[in-house]
């Protein structure tokens, strides 16, 4: 059996005409805005107010920018949501796609094996010789009965009582024959406008022999014209009546029920997609917190280590990586603590040793000093080499007096005996004293 595709399948994009905008036209305030840069029709530069609507979109939107990049939680369950999403969508498509080849599938092998049932008893009901009596075998008068002009009429009621209501019955004769006050008008069931059937399709029909079908939109006129056009399949067949004139026999099949049912389907995916989406949101959620959770707690315990509260530890739960994490983070805060008593320790030895240094060389310092003042006043009966060294050895004893001094304030800042007081010194006396040795 040949097949036509006259007219798109229901649910196919089509095209519309519509009035053109004209490449430079534009229709709104913000066409003008983002395209020419300008918001007023007068030429009024639009780049400040530009600015000012970014600006007051934007303010709502920083916290919940702030907090998605500060929240990694937030983060994770987003992606989640949004990957879920697409999966839903990609399969709900594919079930629908699915589910919508199928209906169409079943209902096309219906339709054809319904309409090849019709255009059989329509071929023979053509061909019946006439009954005895000069009666015809549908009960009409001899020869002038089966060239009546209620054969047609007949035909179509015959074949439309085999099924009310799911399927309607059109007989159309050529198209310069299909006027309504000829013998050949066009003959329809159930109010079905004879429009309904696509130029197209007639025109397969009127070149070939064999059936043709296509989709296309079922309207209704008489008194089921304020029934809703709806999807259906027109399947037609060329044949000829009983005086050999060919005509053309059409069945149309509403597709209501299919798309009752794809609609059905389409809200249970659709329910079902979303119930899906928030409970992996939910489950997203609860999984993150519980590793989430450890790492706050590490990162706060970590922040109050750092403002020496070297006590702090995690509480540690389980033995999972997580626990692994905790017991590890609270052997290195340990460790830490331990390293930073033991240098606290070593600086106060440190300190101690400084101090008792100190104290300890201004003993013998004093005692060397008081025998250098006397070498010192006496120089004058030495040798001249003998008087230099003298000098030089009063010279370093003072030296040496001065450091000790500053040691011994350098432990008393370390022992905080004492507070660093700033002053402002001469520099150049500094340098001065320096060249000069």
Do not use: C
Not at 83 to 112: D, H, T
Request: hydrophobic content about 40%; glycine content about 10%.
């Amino acid at each position: 059996m040949s097949g036509g595709s006259a007219a798109p399948k229901p649910g196919e994009p089509g095209v519309r005409a519509g009035r053109s905008a004209g490449p430079g036209r534009v229709f709104s305030w913000f066409g003008r805005l983002f395209q020419s840069g300008r918001l007023l029709q007068d030429g009024s530069p639009g780049g400040p107010v530009l600015r000012l609507l970014v600006r007051w979109v934007r303010r709502p939107l920083l916290p919940a920018v702030r907090l998605y990049r500060r929240n990694i939680q937030l983060r994770v369950v987003a992606a989640t949501l949004l990957m879920s999403l697409g999966v839903v969508l990609l399969l709900g498509f594919v079930v629908i796609g699915q589910v919508r080849n199928g209906l169409l599938e079943a209902k096309e092998k219906a339709a054809q094996s319904q309409a090849a049932g019709g255009f059989t008893v329509a071929k023979e009901k053509a061909d019946a010789p006439a009954a005895p009596g000069g009666r015809d075998g549908d009960g009409t008068s001899g020869k002038s009965g089966r060239n009546s002009v209620n054969w047609r009429s007949d035909l179509v009621e015959q074949l439309a009582s085999g099924g009310p209501g799911a399927f309607n019955v059109v007989a159309l004769s050529p198209e310069a024959q299909n006027v309504v006050s000829t013998n050949r008008a066009p003959r329809v069931s159930g109010g079905v406008d004879f429009a309904s059937v696509p130029a197209d399709l007639r025109s397969a029909v009127a070149r070939g022999t064999g059936p043709y079908e296509t989709y296309a939109q079922i309207r209704y006129t008489g008194a089921t014209e304020d029934r809703e056009p709806e999807p259906g399949l027109i399947v037609g067949k060329r044949l000829n009546d009983v005086d050999g004139n060919a005509y053309e026999l059409y069945y149309l099949f509403p597709l209501t029920q299919e798309e009752q049912s794809l609609n059905l389907v389409k809200g249970t995916l659709a329910t079902a997609g979303l119930f899906v989406v928030v409970l992996l949101g939910a489950i997203a959620w609860l999984v993150v917190r519980q590793v989430v959770t450890p790492v706050r707690m590490a990162a706060g315990i970590a922040e109050r280590l750092s403002t020496g509260r070297l006590q702090e530890r995690m509480k540690v739960t389980g033995e999972d990586d997580i626990a692994r994490l905790g017991e590890a983070f609270n052997k290195m805060a340990q460790n830490l603590q331990l390293k930073i008593q033991q240098l606290e320790e070593l600086s106060r030895m440190q300190r101690r040793f400084v101090s008792d240094v100190s104290h300890e060389l201004r003993t013998p310092l004093t005692t060397v000093r008081m025998a250098a003042d006397v070498i010192h006043e006496a120089r004058s009966d030495f040798d001249p080499v003998t008087a230099r060294s003298a000098e030089l050895l009063g010279d370093q004893l003072d030296r040496f007096e001065s450091l000790l001094s500053d040691l011994l304030e350098i432990s008393r800042f370390d022992a905080g005996a004492a507070a660093l007081e700033a002053e402002p010194i001469d520099l150049r006396v500094v340098v001065r004293r320096g060249v000069g040795g």
